[in-house]
């Protein structure tokens, strides 16, 4: 097998300093404005400022996958379970997309240029079954984190091998991570390896310590 996700050792090397820090903001409700833009009205959510640079937030993992090496399954609550190679990755129809990025530790980044595969065609391809109502994302690193079928049909939501022009760096989550414009940033798995249907929920990192379960900046849905 080429995930390493499920190998010892790996949630033992992350930053437990860091993330003992950000259960605290979670505990302590840290940013929260108490001023939701239902509206939309500001492009810039509530609590947020817009920076020019785009910082790195992971678990202080970051592997690194040869491409030949890196692997896609779609799997689970599907009718046509996928392991594709990058490759035949790359050679599913590509699509630009333009978004905005929010981060639950209060920076977002305007205008960020992707290329990858949206997610309503790898949908196509693998055929969820109707009970398939929610999605775990899994990375190399051991990172998961969760969300629903239908956020994940969005019409902006991607793989994406490219921004700006250029493969995502490895820092970023190269080769191909995942993009939910729409929730907090930290939905949006790096270094994805395996997207899994289920029909119940199945809360993942940061979800089981103390973030929201969804995570929609103008609500404020930050922790839980
Ligand atoms: N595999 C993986 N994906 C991850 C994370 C992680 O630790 N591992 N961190 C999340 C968090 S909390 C954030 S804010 C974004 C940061 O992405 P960036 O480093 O490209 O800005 O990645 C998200 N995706
Ligand atoms: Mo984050």
Redesign the pocket.
Known sequence: MTDESDSPGLIGRIRDKLIRSKQEWAAEGRLITGRPDLGHVNRLPPGQKEVKN??????GVQPDIAPEKWRLQVVGLVENPIALTLDQFKALPQQDFVSD?H???SWSRYDNHWQGVSSKALLDLVKPKPEAKHIVFH???G?T?NVTTRVFADDNVLLAHSWEGKPIPR???GPV?VIIPDW?????????TRIVFHAEDKPG??ETRGYHNEGDPWKEQRYS
């Open positions: 785009w910082p790195v937030l992971d678990l990025i981060c639950v530790t990375a190399y690193d990172y984190t820092d970023h989550g991570r907090y940033f930290w939905k949006s798995a790096k270094w994805i990192f940061w």
